[in-house]
């Protein structure tokens, strides 16, 4: 079985500062990771992927994540925190042995962006 | 503007009724999948559907069912409505084959409130 962890279900950063989010996960096979992005009263859109290619993914809108398998971790960062960043932020896991990609989403993090 | 289209946006039903969701797919897009997400918390895989026919389903009783039809959109029913599923649904698309080739897009979903 596979499951997420999302650290965190709010943050609060200034506008300019560094942004990160944590995501751990658990699975005895590294699976495929997500991050999505939830603005209020809309559906997910997504950030980035990480599907076995490069460990550092960079993804929409400043947005990068870096996968690391000894920490089964995949942390979303992003340098500087605009205020169109403030929403809520999703890791999400599909396994590699079920390719039609059914996600499993970790609680969310809602980011708060202060100026 | 994903493509994907979901109907009602808000929808208000008593204990009991039965309710049924609707989502058009993004063109070219063979799958849909719907997930359940409850206020505070991540989304929750309700089932899949490809090519017309259920492609998974997540852990969720029989009473929500659904439907993938000619044209691949889809419909969501839920009988005896319960306070519990009071949540945003949200339907996905995607090309069948899973995530590694192909991003999934999301619809904006459907508030269903259960009184």
């Known amino acids: 079985a596979q499951s997420v962890t999302q650290l965190g279900s709010h943050v609060s950063v200034s506008e300019g500062a560094l942004v990160l989010l944590r995501c751990n996960y658990s699975s005895s096979v590294p699976p495929y990771l997500f991050w999505y992005v939830q603005y209020p009263n809309q559906g997910l859109q997504l950030l980035l992927k990480?599907?076995?290619?490069?460990?550092l993914v960079k993804g929409i809108n400043g947005f990068e994540a870096e996968f690391k398998k000894s920490e089964t971790s995949f942390h979303l960062t992003k340098p500087s925190a605009h205020m169109s960043d403030a929403a809520e932020y999703f890791c999400?896991?599909?396994?590699?042995?079920?390719?039609?990609?059914?996600?499993?989403f970790g609680a969310g993090t809602q980011v708060v962006v202060t100026p | 503007e994903t493509g994907v289209t979901q109907s009602p946006t808000h929808l208000i039903k008593t204990r009991g009724q039965q309710v049924t969701l609707r989502c058009s797919s993004q063109s070219g897009h063979n799958t849909v999948s719907w997930y359940q997400q409850a206020l505070g918390q991540g989304p929750q895989f309700i089932f899949q559907y490809y090519r017309e026919e259920e492609n998974g389903r997540g852990n969720f009783p029989p009473r929500f069912s659904g439907l993938q039809f000619p044209n691949y959109s889809s419909e969501l029913n839920v009988n005896a409505l319960e306070l519990d599923d009071s949540a945003l649904y949200l339907c996905a698309s995607s090309l069948g084959g899973g995530f590694m080739n192909t991003e999934a897009f999301f619809g904006q979903g459907t508030r269903l409130t259960v009184v």
């Open positions: 999400a896991v599909s396994s590699k042995t079920d390719s039609w990609g059914k996600l499993q």
């Open positions: 990480y599907t076995s290619a490069a460990t």
